[in-house]
């Protein structure tokens, strides 16, 4: 997992500008393991294990792969069947072979030759309530209706894709809040349209909330897919700091930002996810 990027300096003189990217040397703990996995309800669990590298690595080819780790899945505390290798798109995979259901508790535990064992556990949400998407060819508004759960902390994450000619979703849309609409459902609405949005109920708890989203470009697909899935607060505080880490890219930081990991002694995530796809035609 890359846990830190730290980017360049701006010069401003009165005659030219340049951007430049300095790499600042930071201490490495040495090498660790590297746990990420998704666990969404009524699918296997996929675990991926790999290796750490020093945070001046940039290139995702560096984190190398550790196919002779050990890795066991619990379910309430429980051994569940061992997982199996897959390579899956060229990556390999432990997988299991039960599926992950709602009401409770995983742990992954993962050790390997040479390097410290590590330990994440967390639980899957529930799903949320979304209904009635709609959106206008040629127009760059998309709307639909969540119910939030009222007395309860949840997260969210939105996603916008476009169906291709398999008639499958194939390609994300970047998009932000409409400002006219939804200036009051979180902290800031940006300017800058981008691939997800993750953010909590605090000011929409308990309320049926009608979400107008605003694309970047005009929408000239004849079918359109919005993913709202629930996160864990580990999947939430996980995806948030990763934007966070995105977004800053090519801005001035004073210092090197972390992205939130909850495995002990070890980097990345294990998070529950609980994820509802609303697919309907354009107009």
Do not use: W
Not at 105 to 126: F, H, K, M, R
Not at 136 to 159: E, H, Q, W
């Amino acid at each position: 997992m890359r846990s830190f990027f730290v980017y360049g300096v701006l010069f401003v003189t009165l005659l030219s500008a340049c951007e430049e990217r300095v790499n600042i040397q930071l201490k490495y703990e040495g090498d660790k393991i590297v746990i990420n996995s998704l666990l969404q309800p009524d699918s296997v669990a996929y675990v991926r294990i790999t290796r750490s590298v020093p945070a001046n690595v940039y290139d995702e080819s560096g984190f190398t792969e550790i196919g002779n780790a050990q890795v066991t899945l619990l379910q309430n505390g429980i051994a569940m069947s061992a997982l199996q290798q897959q390579s899956i798109k060229g990556r390999t995979y432990f997988v299991s072979k039960e599926k992950i259901a709602n009401g409770n508790n995983y742990t992954i535990n993962v050790s390997a030759a040479g390097l410290t064992p590590v330990t994440a556990q967390d639980t899957v949400p529930p799903a949320p309530v979304v209904s009635d998407g709609t959106a206008r060819r040629g127009s760059t508004r998309i709307v639909f209706t969540l119910k939030d759960r009222p007395g309860a902390a949840d997260y969210y994450r939105l996603r916008v894709f476009t169906y291709g000619t398999d008639n499958l979703p194939d390609t994300t849309r970047n998009f932000r809040l409409d400002p006219a609409f939804n200036n009051n459902l979180i902290d800031v609405i940006a300017n800058t349209h981008y691939s997800s949005l993750v953010m909590d109920d605090t000011r929409f708890d308990g309320k049926t909330v009608n979400f107008v989203l605003e694309t970047e470009q005009p929408i000239n697909a004849t079918r359109l897919m919005v993913e709202v899935s629930s996160l864990t607060c580990s999947g939430f505080k996980y995806f948030r700091t990763l934007d966070m880490q995105t977004r800053n890219g090519g801005v001035l930081i004073t210092e090197p930002f972390a992205v939130y990991t909850n495995v002990h002694n070890g980097y990345g995530i294990v998070a529950g996810i609980n994820s509802q796809r609303l697919v309907f035609s354009t107009e």
